[in-house]
């Protein structure tokens, strides 16, 4: 029987083969050839395409280069939502490699956050996961921790060093026992058809009378279209690291293992597939 | 913690109690009278029935209370008849007692009371003193009194024999009578009221108990004589008073108060050890002057009080120098009574609701709890016809789980087929009554017909109502009226719904009900008349189950609750981490059944979880496994933790010195992590460094002492020279950070991950703490074995003192306390948290040791024995060897992970004996010390032990409640598919017991089963063929024969005579060898064993210094070695392993050393793995996992490069 462990070190290491092809209108010396990569699922785009960029640079001049950005099939990618995410939410049930496009002109000012430098991609990581400490023990596991140990866990996401963050991470995963869960659950709704960028609330993963909270529960107060009731066909996947938990796993476990590094459970809410 | 009992008794004298792991009430069936007072301890409950008399109530063991009698038969040689029983007459009766001095005829004796059973005849003990005699059993003397012997010499005139016979307690788990006779005769009074306790006060004779009983005319008596032998006692004796009492409470230790007529309260004083029953009383006042004292209840240190006025008092000051404290505190609520249980923790009974409470937060820093709670679970006497389709299936639930198998009564037979229209009536009213709102007798007309709802909830409780109502079907009459007044003329029967009709009269008022299970309910529901629907019901079952539990809910207000009369807790082990299900019934059920099974929980099983594991490997077989070849995106590098530490440094003069500490991480070839620990140390103003590669370090090992957070690193090559490099930490939690990421880095590198495999080779240190070796094939391979200092260990949480496995992965570990522990699985825990840990299969342990520091004394002239001993002597306090000064006051626990749990007391279970103040003597120190003073003995000491608690958590849990000293299991072979594995065991006092019900998926089996034997065991052990060995107190030998699946605890044992003049002390049998270590540390080997005649013929010496050997499957041999000689320093307590056995050598030829010192224990009986027959060099390369070191050259020097060390 598979431990609990083995289904963190299973997100961790979670890749997408991508193939990074270069927009046709850029302006080009040279061809340029796609290149593949597999990236993290919990790792942030910009943070994890030197190579890319590297690559794409080499047959353009650097007076037609601004900032690069990256699109599929005509959605401007948010590098600022984790890999796995974006692919979960626009691109699950297509066939792989996951084709990203790669532009570097046109920056959509409206659509994305500039990220000049993987600094910036840090103090993104970092509040989010102070906020999810803020929801599951009112901050105060990081607050009491030291400023290497919050440096820890961003070279760990950085470097793709499993041990090294869960080492820290672990601190941020407990609860006491007596209250069964953390005060709430940081997670996060994404749907592909709403302008809403995410669905969050405050919701305990335990019910007042005791009872735990399950995903089922979770989606049913707050965002029930997605579970389809018994008559009708599954309109709604409902997918979390590229896999359909069932409903009545509970969320606490769910916010335990199935978190990003940043402490959020990100779940998407994506159309079936019709056939 | 095993389950214990908390015991009360409702308004109508109806006896329950309730289990700290369970949920309900449990009514006390066998009381057939109303009880008016309990008095409960571990092993027993004493109450005071209706009838004023006092009834005994003895928890029924997996060991019977058996006892032994014997009488020794007396001859005499005389030229005409040879030996005869015809004896001089100065000589000894010819049936007499151990010293001749008494007549003791075989059939002069008498059961002691009808509570006791033969367990057999009278036979001839054939066991003299470790020795098989001949048979007969005869020893001889020149004459009597005088040395015995064997053997019959020229000048033995008188023999003597002796006969042995059994009695066995026979009234367990039943409420047996107590005589109320005095030492002259009857007692004039009955009894008023009852208190039990005392067992802290001694430890001999074992389960020795106080009984201190109230008349109804104020006089208070105390039963003497009860211990585990005599669980009844002996017999009363009046304790004088200075008034007339109405009550009083014994505690655990030396606390006794009583309450006076008057209100105010008295203390017994003078309880010792050999006075439990005290000397005097002193008066204290009542709490309050105007309001008299009704109850008191003591405990170990605290006194709780209640007034006239129901308000509760706390008395201040209690300790065991101040039985009576100095004041009182008065409490919040008002009860009618109080009861202190162990570990000081309260129960009482609330003056408003008659609820039973427990108080909350009592430590052993705050006596006095922190508020009430009111316990509330339902009572299985709470089942109303309108209810019992959820009620029966709640019970039905449980029994299905737990795998209680009852038989099916005959009386519901009976009814069944009774053709009563009441009853036809009754049946079809509670078929509609699913919904619990329809009550029975509200509408019996209604004789809708039976078309049960099929919806698949409601099926499997709808067939069960209809069992229900069958099966006290004619008793459906009489429960109207039970109803409605509970407790009348006919309460004196279980309660309402247990009421059994005339027809099923004769039944023991077992509650048939309760003992439905569901697979009895399927096979009724195929054959009923519902057979068509069959199909469904195994796919509802589970969920009608848990829908009824649900449904429970609202069955239980408060209102319901009857009124509780008396409770007592002193039975009941709980303390303030204790995990209760009292308090909220729903909850409690729902865990109760996650608790139930050991090794399958219903969360690991969980489709929701199977199901995110199955995700998750389709998403790596989509997402990565076609795209491999693909680039990864972050390059991997190194990872380096660094900080400060000591180091025992190497060369001489050894002292710790600071040195900066590195681990570097990276990833080796083949994608494994590997990495290196660096040591930056300064020598001579120079910077030097040592390093070690973490795929050759073989074990880390945790060497906590009071002073410092020390760990050592071992390699192969440290191994052999006896010399780790030793390293302290700053603090314990830094420590604890770098063994953690060392052994996990440790196992990255070598690939290891997740629990150990079956084939685990299992140690222990002195320490109490556990590793285990993967086993390589090349390890037992010949003639080139793996030398066994390369065997990489981990190490597992937990505190053992012992471990035992077989090949299966059944293991069992043994507690310093003797607790039982069973290997739940896991992996981790103790200092390894997250990730180097499982997360399930993890539990809290606890282990309890005993310190001990010696008094010393030197007799003078003058002032007789004083603690002024000479100036050459030892220290006056000193630990055993006398070398080190140990103080009570000084005297620290082994490490910090340890805590006191008691004060110091003096220790009389010394071997030689003590005197009644503990002493022993002789004539100086140091020498050999006898329990008694003699004109010669100028110097005395006596030990005093203090006991410390670990709490720590690993993949361990508790095997209640019997406390073991050996344990041993079968090591299966390879491919044999054992169903029932055997596991025999030793208790602690020495009764061989037999496990039933150990299976791969129960490894803690279900009950022990008591095997005979005549004297007290020590050791144990089971080989190939189902051959037991056992090692008994006195160091002989013997054998079970005719031990076999069939026949799981055999039929005799067999007197193996031991090596000449050595005592045997432990024993180990593999597939055919049988090894035993003496008490002089010699290995010995047993010769001759057949499959016709397994006893064998004659004991081979091997080796000595052996302080512990263990046989594996297929023979190997593997010892914990004492004085291995290393380059650098002797250790004791070595693993080594016997090189060159083989089929036709078992006894092999020389020994190869492995870890140690400080080991204490090994198990190879997992481990049988044949190794490779023909070694061809490409195979057995192969063989190994890729990781490993073997197939490398030995590292010359790794440790010691930095040139520093050759210093």
């Known amino acids: 029987m598979a431990d609990d462990k083995d289904v963190l070190r299973d997100v961790w290491f979670g890749r997408i083969p991508t193939c990074f092809t270069l927009y046709q209108d850029e302006v080009t010396e040279r061809e340029a050839e796609p290149f593949y990569l597999l990236l993290p699922r919990v790792s942030y785009l910009t943070l994890v395409t030197d190579k890319v960029k590297k690559h794409f640079l080499k047959v353009m001049k650097a007076e037609d280069v601004e900032e690069i950005w990256f699109e599929y099939e005509g959605t401007p990618l948010k590098w600022h939502y984790p890999i796995g995410l974006l692919f979960d939410l626009h691109a699950s049930n297509t066939s792989l490699p996951w084709s990203i496009t790669v532009h570097f002109k046109n920056f959509p000012e409206r659509d994305l956050l500039h990220c000049p430098c993987n600094s910036v991609i840090e103090a993104h990581f970092m509040s989010s996961i102070k906020e999810a400490d803020a929801l599951k023990h009112k901050s105060q596991v990081i607050n009491d921790m030291q400023k290497k140990d919050h440096k820890q866990l961003w070279m760990g996401l950085q470097n793709d060093k499993f041990d090294q963050f869960w080492a820290i991470n672990r601190k941020l995963m407990e609860y006491p026992t007596e209250e069964g869960g953390f005060r709430y659950i940081p997670f996060r709704i994404y749907l592909t058809m709403s302008d809403r960028p995410f669905i969050q609330k405050l919701f305990r993963p335990i019910s007042p009378d005791g009872h735990t909270h399950t995903l089922g529960d979770l989606l049913k107060e707050v965002y029930p279209v997605a579970i389809a009731s018994d008559d009708e066909a599954k309109r709604y996947q409902v997918v979390i690291h590229g896999i359909e938990p069932l409903l009545e796993t509970p969320l606490q476990w769910l916010s335990e293992h199935l978190s990003h590094p940043d402490n959020f459970l990100h779940i998407s809410v994506i159309p079936a597939p019709s056939d | 913690m095993p389950v214990s009992l908390l015991w009360a008794v409702d308004v109508y004298g109806r006896v329950f109690s309730l289990s700290t792991g369970g949920q309900q009430w449990e009514h006390c069936c066998d009381a057939v009278l109303e009880f008016k007072r309990l008095t409960a301890v571990q092993q027993c409950c004493w109450g005071i029935a209706c009838d004023h008399h006092i009834y005994l109530n003895v928890h029924a063991s997996d060991v019977p209370i058996r006892y032994q009698e014997e009488a020794y038969e007396n001859q005499r040689w005389n030229p005409v008849d040879n030996f005869s029983d015809r004896l001089l007459p100065s000589d000894r009766w010819q049936w007499s007692d151990i010293t001749g001095l008494e007549h003791k005829p075989l059939d002069g004796f008498l059961l002691p009371s009808t509570n006791w059973e033969w367990e057999g005849d009278w036979y001839i003990d054939e066991n003299f003193g470790g020795e098989p005699t001949e048979k007969g059993g005869w020893t001889y003397a020149i004459d009597f009194p005088a040395t015995y012997t064997i053997d019959k010499k020229w000048n033995s005139c008188v023999r003597r024999r002796r006969w042995i016979r059994y009695r066995r307690y026979k009234a367990t788990d039943t409420w047996a009578k107590i005589p109320s006779e005095g030492q002259s005769g009857p007692l004039p009074d009955p009894f008023n009221d009852i208190s039990c306790g005392g067992w802290e006060i001694s430890e001999e004779p074992r389960g020795r108990l106080s009984l201190w009983a109230v008349s109804l005319q104020g006089k208070v008596w105390f039963r003497g004589g009860i211990h585990h032998h005599t669980p009844e006692g002996m017999s009363w004796e009046e304790v004088s008073l200075p008034g007339e009492v109405v009550q009083i409470s014994c505690g655990p230790g030396d606390l006794v108060w009583a309450v006076l007529w008057e209100g105010q309260l008295i203390v017994r004083e003078g309880i010792t050890r050999d006075c439990p029953q005290g000397s005097s009383w002193v008066v204290v006042d009542s709490p309050n002057p105007e309001v008299g004292t009704i109850h008191v209840a003591v405990g170990v240190s605290v006194v709780w009080a209640v007034t006239k006025d129901n308000k509760v008092w706390f008395r201040r000051g209690i300790n065991s120098h101040n039985p009576c404290g100095s004041g009182w505190i008065g409490m919040v609520g008002e009860m009618v009574m109080i009861s202190v249980g162990l570990n000081d923790q309260v129960w009482a009974i609330s003056r408003e609701d008659r609820a039973v409470y427990f108080r909350q937060g009592v430590t052993s820093t705050e006596l006095s709890g922190k508020a009430w709670k009111a316990v509330s679970v339902p009572r299985d006497g709470d089942i109303r016809p309108n209810s019992s389709t959820s009620t029966s299936s709640l019970h039905s639930a449980g029994c299905f789980f737990s795998g209680e198998v009852r038989a099916q009564s005959v009386m519901s037979e009976d009814s069944d087929t009774e053709a009563d229209p009441q009853r036809a009536v009754h049946e079809v009213g509670a078929s509609v009554s699913s919904p619990p709102s329809v009550h029975l007798s509200n509408d019996p007309e209604a004789p809708k017909p039976r078309i049960p709802k099929v919806t698949s ?485 006596r030990r005093w032990a203090r006991k410390c608690k670990l709490t720590t958590t690993g993949p361990w849990q508790e095997v209640p409640p019997i406390p073991l000293s050996d344990v041993t299991i079968l090591p299966c072979g390879d491919q044999s598919v054992v169903e029932q594995i055997p596991l025999w065991a030793i208790s602690n006092k020495g009764d061989v017991l037999c496990r039933l019900g150990v299976t791969l998926l129960t490894p803690a089996g279900t009950s022990w089963l008591h095997v005979g034997t005549d004297q007290p065991f020590k050791s144990i052990s089971i080989g190939g063929a189902s051959q037991v060995w056992a090692i008994a107190r006195d160091g002989s030998a013997f054998y079970r024969g005719s031990v076999s699946t069939q026949n799981p605890a055999g039929d005799c044992w067999y007197h193996i005579p031991s090596p000449a003049r050595q005592k045997l002390k432990q024993v180990s049998v593999g597939r055919t060898s049988v090894y035993t270590v003496d008490e002089n540390g010699n290995l010995w080997y047993r010769q001759g064993l057949t499959p016709s005649y397994p006893q064998g013929s004659s004991w081979e010496h091997i080796s000595n210094n052996v302080r512990k050997v263990s046989v594996g499957p297929l023979d190997q041999v593997w010892i914990i070695a004492d004085k291995v000689q290393g380059s650098h320093s002797l250790s004791c307590g070595t693993v080594c392993h016997r090189l060159g056995v083989q089929p036709m050598e078992p006894k092999g030829q020389a020994w190869d050393y492995g870890i140690g010192g400080g080991w204490d224990h090994i198990t190879v009986r997992g481990n049988n793995i044949e190794a490779p027959r023909v070694r061809m060099p490409s195979l057995t390369d192969a063989l190994r996992p890729p990781s490993t070191l073997a197939a490398r050259p030995l590292p010359a020097g790794n440790t010691e490069n930095g040139n520093a060390v050759q210093c």
């Open chain 2, 457 to 941: 909830d409601s099926f499997i409780s709808e067939m069960l109502s209809d069992r229900e109502t069958k099966r006290d079907g004619a008793a459906a009459t009489s429960i109207p009226e039970e109803e409605v007044t509970p407790g009348d003329a006919e309460a004196k029967s279980p309660p309402p719904a247990l009421v059994l009709s005339p027809s099923q009269s004769g039944g023991p008022g077992d509650p048939q009900w309760s003992t439905v299970d569901l697979e009895e309910a399927q096979t009724h529901l195929a054959v009923g008349p519902a057979a068509g629907r069959g199909d469904s019901s195994d796919t509802c079952s589970l969920s009608s189950v848990v829908t009824c539990m649900l449904g429970l809910e609202g069955l239980y207000g408060p209102d319901d609750h009857p009124l509780w009369a008396w409770v007592s807790g002193g039975g009941c082990a709980v303390d303030c981490h204790t995990q209760l299900n009292w308090f909220n019934s729903v909850t409690a059920l729902t865990s109760s059944i996650q608790a139930m099974s050991l090794s399958v929980s219903p969360a690991q099983t969980a489709a929701w979880r199977k199901q995110i594991f199955e995700q998750l490997n389709e998403r790596s077989k989509r997402e990565i496994d076609n795209f491999k070849h693909y680039e990864q995106a972050i390059e991997q590098s190194v990872w380096v933790k660094k900080g400060t530490m000591q180091w025992w440094r190497d060369w001489k003069p050894h002292k710790w010195v600071d040195v900066r500490f590195a681990l570097e991480q990276f990833s080796g070839p083949e994608g494994h992590k590997d990495g290196i620990v660096f040591l930056y140390y300064n020598f001579n103003e120079e910077k030097k460094y040592l390093h070690a590669f973490i795929n050759e370090v073989t074990i880390l090992v945790p060497v906590l002492n009071d002073s410092k957070h020390t760990f050592a690193i071992y390699t192969a090559e440290r191994t052999k020279q006896r010399w780790p490099i030793k390293l302290a930490a700053a603090t314990e939690m830094e420590m604890h950070d770098w063994l953690a990421l060392l052994s996990v880095s440790c196992c990255d590198s070598r690939g290891i991950q997740g629990p150990p495999s079956k084939q685990a080779i299992w140690s222990i240190t002195c320490k109490g703490d556990i590793f285990v070796s993967e086993p390589w094939p090349s390890l037992e391979a010949c003639p080139y074995p793996t030398p066994c200092d390369q065997m990489f260990w981990r190490q597992v949480g937990g505190h053992l003192r012992l471990v035992e496995c077989n090949s299966v992965g059944v293991v069992w570990g043994l507690g310093y306390d003797h607790t039982a522990w069973v290997y739940t699985g896991g992996y981790g825990g103790g200092f390894f948290q997250g990730l180097a840990s499982s997360t399930d299969n993890i539990f809290t342990q606890t282990d309890v040791k005993s310190v001990y520091i010696y008094e010393n004394q030197r007799w003078n002239p003058v002032t007789g024995y004083t603690s002024r001993g000479l100036p050459t002597d030892r220290y006056m306090w000193s630990d055993a060897t006398g070398l080190h000064e140990c103080t009570k006051a000084s005297t620290k626990p082994p490490s910090p992970h340890w805590t006191w749990v008691t004060e110091w007391a003096v220790d009389y279970g010394v071997s030689g004996g003590t005197d009644r103040e503990g002493w022993q003597y002789a004539a100086d120190f140091p020498t050999s010390y006898h329990g008694y003073k003699t004109l010669k003995d100028f110097v005395r000491r």
